[in-house]
């Protein structure tokens, strides 16, 4: 049964985009920096993320336990190693220091950011590509750069690209029909835009009171359904049926919910819906709509009404919340006690995410 995670992330080199920009643009680069005990992510005297310095994330963490030690935060052969212990054969790699791509309000650097990430992803991963899926970024302060650097990485073969999982302020929401021509050339040229949880928005730390932690990191799955729900309703992916869309990061259980209260509010509320679509929203999203989870069964219980092809496994290596070491387990825990069937269980591992990102096992190759 091939393992496929539909969800995790490499380590950029440190000085990619103080080296990689031009260099009117590199005094705004995206670097990160070790301040006062935070690990801080900054672009120019901006401080765009912090997090206190003592999340075990590499083997060079003193004191951490050798559970917590990833091989491959950066490196490849490390990671190969990391993934076979975990029994994890392939992966879909997102960005950490590009994530926060959308937060650059210059079109000019966002877009070479996105160019810079993207010619480094190229080459690191492309002599890998029976482990890995390249995932690119797409800038999307003007739609003319998303387009071109959608084609430009796909001519390179990369199957997937990001746009950000909540849209930045100023720019059109994602049910405005601006985005057509974007979701439109995705479809056509088998691009899969990937929303990754947390990107495009100023702050992910909304709430500092009581169950700061808890309501931060559960509520990331609110901008995916916002993103889908626009998408949905407003016509973008009724208008564009070839277009995939995949949300990372979110959870998946809320997709059932979803999909079947925006029917009973499309027909309920029929005399006010506009626009009209050509199939009901669960339909779409049945066809359209794909989501990573690590460990919320429910979107295993409720795949009649997603579709069980909706759901992907994903593991958010190297992340300290993610499953690793402990892939296996996890994967066993998933099924305990759920009917379903072998065929099933291997899409919800991999299939699904291989078809999706035109993956080839290297025994398929
Ligand atoms: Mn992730």
Known sequence: MLVFSADSHIVEPPDLFVNGLPSSLRPRA???AVRDG???TVTGDRVIHKLRANKPLS??????????VRLGTRDLAGRLEDMAKDGVDAEVV???LALWTYVLEDPEL?????????????DFFSPHLDHFVRCGVLPVRRFEDTLAEMKRIAARGFTAAMLPSAVPKGLPAYNDAAWDPVFALAGELGVVPVLHTGTGLEDVVVERGPGAAVINYTRQMIDAQNSIMALVAGGVLDRNPKTQVAVIESGASWLAGLAERMDEVYRAHAVYVSPKLGLRPSEIIRRQVKCSF??????????????TEAIMWGADYPHAEGTFPHSREVIRGLFEGVEISEREKADIL???AARLFRFQAPAAR
Do not use: H
């Open 294 to 307: 690590q460990s919320d069964r429910a979107c295993i219980l409720s795949r009649g009404v997603t579709g």
């Open 350 to 352: 991999g299939g699904n």
């Open 30 to 32: 995206i670097q990160m």
């Open 38 to 40: 935070y690990i801080m």
């Open 94 to 96: 997102f960005p950490s």
């Open 59 to 68: 083997a060079k963490t003193e004191g951490a336990p050798a559970s917590a």
């Open 110 to 122: 966002e877009l070479a950011t996105a160019q810079v990430y993207n010619d480094w992803n190229d």
